[in-house]
Protein backbone atom coordinates (compact mmCIF):
# COMPACT_ATOMS: atom_id res chain seq x y z
CA UNK A 1 0.00 0.00 0.00
CA UNK A 2 2.86 2.33 0.46
CA UNK A 3 3.95 2.23 -3.19
CA UNK A 4 -0.34 2.68 -3.66
CA UNK A 5 -0.42 6.11 -1.70
CA UNK A 6 3.37 7.28 -3.66
CA UNK A 7 1.13 6.62 -6.89
CA UNK A 8 -1.64 8.69 -5.80
CA UNK A 9 0.51 11.82 -4.71
CA UNK A 10 2.41 11.46 -8.05
CA UNK A 11 -1.21 11.60 -9.44
CA UNK A 12 -2.17 14.41 -7.31
CA UNK A 13 1.44 16.38 -8.12
CA UNK A 14 0.69 16.14 -12.48
CA UNK A 15 -3.01 17.29 -11.93
CA UNK A 16 -2.06 20.18 -9.75
CA UNK A 17 0.93 21.12 -12.33
CA UNK A 18 -0.76 20.58 -15.37
CA UNK A 19 -1.78 23.48 -17.64
CA UNK A 20 -4.28 21.51 -18.84
CA UNK A 21 -6.42 17.69 -17.97
CA UNK A 22 -8.30 15.56 -20.76
CA UNK A 23 -10.40 12.69 -19.15
CA UNK A 24 -10.84 10.03 -21.64
CA UNK A 25 -13.25 8.04 -20.34
CA UNK A 26 -14.90 4.76 -20.56
CA UNK A 27 -17.79 1.94 -19.78
CA UNK A 28 -15.16 1.13 -15.93
CA UNK A 29 -15.58 4.73 -14.68
CA UNK A 30 -19.61 4.46 -14.96
CA UNK A 31 -18.66 0.62 -13.38
CA UNK A 32 -17.37 1.94 -10.75
CA UNK A 33 -19.91 4.48 -10.38
CA UNK A 34 -22.47 1.49 -9.30
CA UNK A 35 -23.94 1.07 -13.05
CA UNK A 36 -23.30 -2.45 -12.95
CA UNK A 37 -25.80 -4.30 -15.52
CA UNK A 38 -25.85 -7.80 -14.16
CA UNK A 39 -26.38 -9.56 -10.89
CA UNK A 40 -28.33 -7.51 -8.49
CA UNK A 41 -28.80 -4.48 -9.72
CA UNK A 42 -30.30 -6.66 -13.23
CA UNK A 43 -32.78 -8.44 -10.46
CA UNK A 44 -33.75 -5.31 -9.24
CA UNK A 45 -35.46 -3.88 -11.97
CA UNK A 46 -35.71 -6.91 -14.35
CA UNK A 47 -36.66 -9.45 -12.65
CA UNK A 48 -39.84 -10.09 -14.53
CA UNK A 49 -38.06 -9.80 -17.91
CA UNK A 50 -35.87 -12.61 -16.59
CA UNK A 51 -37.96 -14.89 -16.05
CA UNK A 52 -40.19 -14.67 -18.92
CA UNK A 53 -37.73 -14.06 -21.60
CA UNK A 54 -34.48 -15.66 -19.64
CA UNK A 55 -31.64 -13.08 -19.98
CA UNK A 56 -29.62 -12.39 -17.02
CA UNK A 57 -28.19 -9.02 -17.93
CA UNK A 58 -29.39 -5.41 -19.42
CA UNK A 59 -26.69 -6.09 -22.22
CA UNK A 60 -28.59 -9.20 -23.27
CA UNK A 61 -31.96 -7.76 -23.03
CA UNK A 62 -30.92 -5.19 -25.37
CA UNK A 63 -30.48 -7.38 -28.30
CA UNK A 64 -33.47 -9.72 -27.37
CA UNK A 65 -35.73 -10.54 -30.77
CA UNK A 66 -38.64 -9.21 -28.61
CA UNK A 67 -42.06 -9.93 -30.84
CA UNK A 68 -43.71 -6.27 -30.80
CA UNK A 69 -42.67 -3.10 -30.47
CA UNK A 70 -44.55 -2.48 -27.25
CA UNK A 71 -42.51 -5.14 -25.64
CA UNK A 72 -39.32 -3.64 -27.20
CA UNK A 73 -40.22 -0.20 -25.70
CA UNK A 74 -40.65 -1.39 -22.33
CA UNK A 75 -37.02 -2.73 -21.80
CA UNK A 76 -36.15 0.40 -23.62
CA UNK A 77 -37.81 2.41 -21.85
CA UNK A 78 -37.30 1.08 -18.65
CA UNK A 79 -33.30 0.46 -19.50
CA UNK A 80 -33.09 3.79 -20.65
CA UNK A 81 -34.99 5.56 -17.08
CA UNK A 82 -32.42 3.63 -14.67
CA UNK A 83 -29.64 4.15 -16.64
CA UNK A 84 -29.79 7.68 -17.70
CA UNK A 85 -32.90 9.69 -15.68
CA UNK A 86 -32.82 8.13 -11.84
CA UNK A 87 -30.00 9.53 -9.34
CA UNK A 88 -26.31 8.35 -10.14
CA UNK A 89 -25.90 5.24 -7.70
CA UNK A 90 -22.50 6.58 -6.47
CA UNK A 91 -20.82 10.17 -6.25
CA UNK A 92 -17.63 9.03 -8.49
CA UNK A 93 -18.18 11.59 -10.89
CA UNK A 94 -18.87 14.50 -8.82
CA UNK A 95 -15.63 13.35 -7.42
CA UNK A 96 -14.08 14.00 -10.50
CA UNK A 97 -15.47 17.02 -10.81
CA UNK A 98 -13.92 18.02 -7.76
CA UNK A 99 -10.68 17.18 -9.15
CA UNK A 100 -10.50 19.32 -12.16
CA UNK A 101 -12.98 21.85 -11.49
CA UNK A 102 -10.32 24.56 -11.37
CA UNK A 103 -8.09 22.95 -14.06
CA UNK A 104 -8.68 23.94 -17.96
CA UNK A 105 -10.07 20.72 -18.50
CA UNK A 106 -11.80 18.58 -21.28
CA UNK A 107 -13.94 15.51 -21.45
CA UNK A 108 -13.85 12.81 -24.32
CA UNK A 109 -16.18 9.77 -23.22
CA UNK A 110 -17.79 6.94 -24.84
CA UNK A 111 -19.98 6.46 -22.15
CA UNK A 112 -23.83 7.46 -23.29
CA UNK A 113 -25.49 7.40 -19.40
CA UNK A 114 -24.82 11.68 -19.48
CA UNK A 115 -23.35 11.69 -15.91
CA UNK A 116 -20.33 14.38 -16.32
CA UNK A 117 -22.88 16.88 -17.12
CA UNK A 118 -25.45 15.62 -14.10
CA UNK A 119 -22.48 16.32 -11.96
CA UNK A 120 -21.56 19.60 -12.87
CA UNK A 121 -19.16 19.13 -15.72
CA UNK A 122 -19.84 21.89 -18.26
CA UNK A 123 -21.60 21.02 -21.45
CA UNK A 124 -19.22 23.30 -23.74
CA UNK A 125 -16.07 20.72 -22.41
CA UNK A 126 -17.92 17.35 -23.03
CA UNK A 127 -17.94 15.36 -26.71
CA UNK A 128 -19.44 12.11 -25.93
CA UNK A 129 -18.59 10.18 -29.11
CA UNK A 130 -21.10 7.27 -29.20
CA UNK A 131 -24.57 9.10 -27.84
CA UNK A 132 -26.76 9.37 -25.33
CA UNK A 133 -29.39 7.51 -23.94
CA UNK A 134 -31.48 10.38 -23.86
CA UNK A 135 -31.49 11.53 -27.62
CA UNK A 136 -34.03 9.67 -29.86
CA UNK A 137 -33.42 9.70 -33.59
CA UNK A 138 -34.87 8.26 -36.53
CA UNK A 139 -33.83 4.75 -37.28
CA UNK A 140 -33.58 5.48 -41.20
CA UNK A 141 -32.41 7.65 -40.93
CA UNK A 142 -34.34 10.10 -42.82
CA UNK A 143 -32.70 13.52 -41.59
CA UNK A 144 -29.37 14.10 -39.04
CA UNK A 145 -31.63 15.32 -35.96
CA UNK A 146 -31.81 13.83 -32.80
CA UNK A 147 -34.75 14.24 -29.92
CA UNK A 148 -34.85 14.77 -26.02
CA UNK A 149 -36.72 11.71 -24.92
CA UNK A 150 -37.07 12.19 -21.26
CA UNK A 151 -41.03 12.93 -21.32
CA UNK A 152 -41.90 9.94 -23.27
CA UNK A 153 -39.32 7.86 -21.56
CA UNK A 154 -41.33 8.51 -18.34
CA UNK A 155 -44.18 8.00 -19.67
CA UNK A 156 -43.83 4.64 -21.53
CA UNK A 157 -42.09 3.58 -17.88
CA UNK A 158 -44.77 4.70 -15.99
CA UNK A 159 -47.39 3.08 -17.79
CA UNK A 160 -45.79 -0.15 -18.96
CA UNK A 161 -47.90 -3.08 -18.04
CA UNK A 162 -46.65 -6.85 -18.22
CA UNK A 163 -43.87 -5.67 -19.61
CA UNK A 164 -45.70 -3.77 -22.59
CA UNK A 165 -46.00 -0.03 -23.28
CA UNK A 166 -49.50 1.08 -24.42
CA UNK A 167 -49.44 1.07 -28.14
CA UNK A 168 -50.05 4.96 -28.84
CA UNK A 169 -46.70 5.55 -27.07
CA UNK A 170 -44.60 3.89 -29.52
CA UNK A 171 -42.44 6.59 -31.20
CA UNK A 172 -42.51 7.52 -34.81
CA UNK A 173 -40.02 10.21 -36.52
CA UNK A 174 -41.69 12.85 -37.30
CA UNK A 175 -40.44 13.19 -40.45
CA UNK A 176 -41.10 10.24 -41.94
CA UNK A 177 -42.77 8.03 -39.43
CA UNK A 178 -40.75 5.36 -39.41
CA UNK A 179 -39.79 3.81 -36.05
CA UNK A 180 -37.80 5.73 -33.80
CA UNK A 181 -34.65 4.31 -32.12
CA UNK A 182 -31.90 5.57 -29.35
CA UNK A 183 -29.20 7.58 -30.58
CA UNK A 184 -26.36 5.33 -29.70
CA UNK A 185 -23.40 4.24 -32.30
CA UNK A 186 -24.30 0.59 -33.12
CA UNK A 187 -23.92 0.67 -36.96
CA UNK A 188 -23.82 3.36 -39.74
CA UNK A 189 -27.03 4.67 -38.76
CA UNK A 190 -26.06 6.77 -35.89
CA UNK A 191 -26.55 10.29 -36.23
CA UNK A 192 -24.04 13.10 -35.81
CA UNK A 193 -26.41 15.55 -35.30
CA UNK A 194 -25.23 19.22 -35.11
CA UNK A 195 -24.41 19.05 -30.91
CA UNK A 196 -21.84 16.12 -31.53
CA UNK A 197 -20.46 18.14 -34.51
CA UNK A 198 -19.62 21.26 -32.37
CA UNK A 199 -18.24 19.13 -29.24
CA UNK A 200 -15.99 17.71 -31.62
CA UNK A 201 -15.07 20.54 -33.04
CA UNK A 202 -14.59 21.81 -29.22
CA UNK A 203 -12.47 18.86 -28.58
CA UNK A 204 -10.39 19.55 -31.35
CA UNK A 205 -9.53 23.16 -30.91
CA UNK A 206 -8.60 22.31 -27.00
CA UNK A 207 -6.21 19.77 -28.47
CA UNK A 208 -4.78 22.38 -30.71
CA UNK A 209 -4.90 25.27 -28.01
CA UNK A 210 -2.74 22.83 -25.77
CA UNK A 211 -0.12 21.32 -28.17
CA UNK A 212 3.07 21.47 -26.31
CA UNK A 213 1.97 22.02 -22.99
CA UNK A 214 2.29 20.16 -20.21
CA UNK A 215 -1.23 18.16 -20.24
CA UNK A 216 -2.53 15.62 -18.51
CA UNK A 217 -4.14 12.39 -20.70
CA UNK A 218 -6.25 11.42 -17.55
CA UNK A 219 -7.30 7.71 -18.79
CA UNK A 220 -10.56 6.41 -16.66
CA UNK A 221 -11.51 2.90 -17.45
CA UNK A 222 -11.06 2.45 -20.76
CA UNK A 223 -11.03 -1.09 -22.30
CA UNK A 224 -9.63 -2.47 -25.77
CA UNK A 225 -13.67 -2.53 -27.42
CA UNK A 226 -12.77 0.74 -28.78
CA UNK A 227 -9.24 1.80 -28.22
CA UNK A 228 -9.14 4.54 -31.10
CA UNK A 229 -11.09 6.53 -29.48
CA UNK A 230 -9.23 7.40 -26.31
CA UNK A 231 -6.84 4.91 -25.53
CA UNK A 232 -4.34 4.87 -28.74
CA UNK A 233 -4.68 8.68 -29.50
CA UNK A 234 -3.94 9.42 -25.88
CA UNK A 235 -0.79 7.38 -26.20
CA UNK A 236 0.34 8.83 -29.63
CA UNK A 237 -0.78 12.48 -28.21
CA UNK A 238 1.70 11.89 -25.03
CA UNK A 239 4.66 10.60 -27.12
CA UNK A 240 4.49 13.54 -29.57
CA UNK A 241 5.04 16.01 -26.35
CA UNK A 242 7.32 15.63 -23.70
CA UNK A 243 5.49 17.81 -21.30
CA UNK A 244 2.91 15.86 -21.24
CA UNK A 245 1.34 12.95 -18.58
CA UNK A 246 -0.52 9.57 -19.73
CA UNK A 247 -2.57 8.64 -16.27
CA UNK A 248 -4.19 5.62 -16.84
CA UNK A 249 -6.68 4.01 -14.32
CA UNK A 250 -8.19 0.90 -14.55
CA UNK A 251 -9.32 -2.11 -12.66
CA UNK A 252 -7.90 -4.37 -15.69
CA UNK A 253 -4.36 -4.77 -15.96
CA UNK A 254 -2.63 -1.80 -17.82
CA UNK A 255 -0.07 -1.77 -20.35
CA UNK A 256 1.48 0.94 -22.41
CA UNK A 257 4.53 1.54 -25.07
CA UNK A 258 7.58 1.75 -24.28
CA UNK A 259 8.04 4.80 -25.95
CA UNK A 260 5.64 6.74 -23.07
CA UNK A 261 6.60 4.51 -20.34
CA UNK A 262 8.47 7.91 -18.79
CA UNK A 263 6.04 9.41 -19.14
CA UNK A 264 3.57 7.84 -17.89
CA UNK A 265 1.33 6.31 -14.45
CA UNK A 266 -0.52 3.63 -14.40
CA UNK A 267 -2.81 2.17 -11.57
CA UNK A 268 -5.03 -1.14 -12.15
CA UNK A 269 -7.06 -0.05 -9.10
CA UNK A 270 -11.03 0.66 -8.46
CA UNK A 271 -11.56 4.27 -9.87
CA UNK A 272 -13.89 5.22 -7.03
CA UNK A 273 -11.71 4.73 -4.65
CA UNK A 274 -8.06 6.31 -6.38
CA UNK A 275 -11.00 9.51 -6.56
CA UNK A 276 -11.84 9.43 -2.46
CA UNK A 277 -8.03 8.97 -1.72
CA UNK A 278 -6.93 11.95 -4.01
CA UNK A 279 -9.36 13.56 -2.27
CA UNK A 280 -8.34 12.79 0.75
CA UNK A 281 -4.78 13.46 0.04
CA UNK A 282 -5.57 16.96 -1.16
CA UNK A 283 -7.72 17.58 2.10
CA UNK A 284 -4.70 16.71 4.31
CA UNK A 285 -2.46 18.39 1.93
CA UNK A 286 -4.29 21.59 2.02
Not at 215 to 238: A, R, S
Request: net charge negative; proline share 4%.
Amino acid sequence: MKDYYQIIEKIEEKISEADAVIIGAGAGLSTAAGYTYSGERFDRYFSDFKEKFGFDNMYYGGFYPYKSKEEFWAFWSRYIYINRYMPIPKDTYSRLFELVKNKDYFVLTTNVDHCFQRSGFDKERLFYTQGDYGLFQCSVPCHKKTYDNEDVVREMYERQKDMKIPTELIPKCPVCGEPMTMNLRSDNTFVEDEGWLTAYRHYVEFTELHKGKRIVYLELGVGYNTPVIIKYPFWQMTAENPNATYICINTEKGRIPDKIEKQSIVLDFDIHKVLCDLEQFRRKNG
